[in-house]
């Protein structure tokens, strides 16, 4: 029996939920995803071939890009939500993305992934105007929820016209 909405037409059967957790968030993710021209921007001296199969799983569209001059092109041109880099890569790090990123009226989410992913790295990204940091090696259920939760933010935010909060004060007193 297909079941009914209340009329006389038949209702929708529900859609199957997937037990694996990081395939629900794979699923929201990709009907989130979906609407834009390009939903991740990488930037890696090589993106690892983990990340691309779990990127690829998402279903977003990604470019590619291997330096700071690239992304700030690409962005030129197109809206982007989140950007996930490395620490470091071809012509410099990280920082050099935020300052790409922050006169931009409503920036990407900044992800950045370490090999030497720790406490330091993790409020300094932070304290910078960063999303989050990634540890690799990379572990699917984490990319997919920190991506997701990036993706919402800046949806969310964009929705309502505004950016995120400026950094913080990166003093360090000795």
Known sequence: MVPT??????GRLPEPLSSNPSAR???????????????VVTVFPATPVLLRE??????????????????????????????????????????DLVACISNLPCPPRLVVTSELADDFLW??????GGFDVLAQPFRESEVVRTLTSAFRQWTEEAA????PPA??????ES
Request: glycine share 8%.
């Open 54 to 95: 779990i990127l690829h799983g998402l279903n977003w569209r990604i470019h590619e890009a291997q330096s700071a001059r690239e992304v700030a092109q690409f962005l030129s041109v197109h809206r982007v939500p989140v950007i996930l880099c490395h620490c470091s890569f071809a012509d410099g790090n990280w920082r």
């Open 25 to 39: 968030l794979r699923d929201a993710a990709t009907k989130e995803g979906e609407c834009l021209e390009t939903a």
């Open 123 to 128: 409020a300094e990204v932070l304290n910078l």
């Open 5 to 10: 909405n209340g009329g006389s037409r038949p």
């Open 160 to 163: 309502r016209g505004i950016g």
């Open 167 to 172: 950094p913080r004060s990166t003093t360090i």
